[in-house]
């Protein structure tokens, strides 16, 4: 089976871009191969969250992605923090990492840009321990949107180097999975950039938002006066909207739609109308199934200890390679 790996961090509510860029792809891949999916809680620290905070989002983390569908007897599922090895091999992949290439890295530039005032070394390594948590396992794919590409290539890299440097073909070179040869970007509600946690929570969609919640967001979406001539090119915050539709409602209705775009006669207000029921019942499950796990902390902690056993046994495997093709083995 081939080895996956994938991580979300523990910094909020997930949304519908966690949904459909990550989690939703999980679920697929849980039955054939050997997946390996983590709550980033380390990633989540360059924020310095509370620490009373931090226990529950990292719940809510596990109890959103097991509503959603993902079996942790199929998978392992766990906290990075659980795992030490990830931290040992982030040390030795931080001396093959150069301070030129890590400062050109966007989300890094953008960070310098949003939060002058904390411009932490965490920051500038963020990549390298995410090449960590991937190489860890030798994963050869990792399921994740495509904010996240860039960071794939530079795990690539550094699997490359630490390979040529030590001779060894200890890492693959781990690819991004596509479903449908496609990675998602879901678009924020009000048409700028990607959904987020933080950024704009009106126009982000929670999977433990209620039905009005989600109705009222989906109404204030960002639109415009329609198409102006047959078959127009659509601007990104539609075709967001369309994507959402594609993946809540019947496809006959997103046909129509579409349809009704291409003749320009779209009504906007109905469409949105039809998505926010749509989505509403997509929401729906998920939110109520996430917040009945989250009661029971016996079980999620549970999930995260046996998921960390898994994980850990992957894991002392490579390090206690890594650490002989370094030449540490002294005795
Ligand atoms: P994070 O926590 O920001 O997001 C988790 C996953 O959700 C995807 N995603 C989106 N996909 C499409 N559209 C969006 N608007 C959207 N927003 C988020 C992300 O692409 C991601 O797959 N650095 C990672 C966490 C991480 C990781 C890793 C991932 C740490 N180590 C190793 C893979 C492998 C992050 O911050 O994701």
């Known amino acids: 089976k081939e080895i996956v790996v994938s991580g979300i961090r523990s910094t909020g509510y997930l949304h519908l871009g966690n949904y459909f860029g990550a989690i939703q792809n999980y679920v697929r891949m ?87 005032d904390n411009v932490n070394a965490g920051l500038l390594t963020y990549p390298v321990l995410m090449a960590a948590d991937i190489l860890i396992h030798k994963a050869v794919k990792v399921p994740v949107g495509k904010d996240q590409e860039q960071h794939l290539e530079m795990a690539r890299n550094f699997a490359h180097r630490f390979n040529t440097r030590y001779g060894t073909d200890l890492f693959p070179e781990p690819q991004v999975y596509r479903f449908n040869n496609d990675t998602v970007k879901i678009m924020s509600l009000d048409g700028n950039g990607k959904m987020s946690k933080s950024e704009n929570v009106n126009a982000t969609i929670y999977l433990s938002d209620d ?22 090119e659509m601007p990104d915050y539609i075709r967001n909207l369309f994507v959402l539709m594609d993946v809540s409602s019947a496809p ?17 207000g109905d469409m949105k109308k039809q998505l ?15 917040a009945e796990l989250q009661k029971d902390e016996a079980a999620i902690k549970k999930i995260l200890k046996e998921g960390a056993e898994k994980a850990r046994a992957s894991s002392a495997t490579t390090i206690a390679e890594a650490r002989k093709l370094i030449g540490i083995n002294y005795y």
């Open 252 to 268: 006959e209705t997103t046909a129509t739609f579409k349809a009704a775009y291409n003749n320009c006669n779209i009504r906007y």
């Open 276 to 290: 926010a029921e749509d989505m509403a019942a997509f929401v729906r499950p998920i939110r109520e199934r996430a």
């Open 30 to 116: 849980q039955e054939e191969h050997n997946c390996y999916f983590f709550v980033a809680d380390y990633h989540s620290l360059t924020t310095h969250p509370k620490p009373e905070d931090l226990k529950q989002n990292v719940y809510r983390v596990v109890a959103e992605n097991v509503a959603s569908g993902l079996d942790p007897e199929k998978v392992a599922l766990y906290a990075q923090s659980d795992i030490p090895e990830i931290p040992e091999l982030y040390l030795m992949l931080n001396m093959l990492a150069y301070m030129g290439e890590l400062e050109k890295v966007p989300t890094f530039k953008e960070k310098v840009r949003m939060q002058p």
């Open 211 to 232: 039905d009005d919640t989600i109705r009222k967001k989906i109404m204030k979406a960002k639109t415009d006066q329609g198409p102006t001539e047959p078959n127009m």
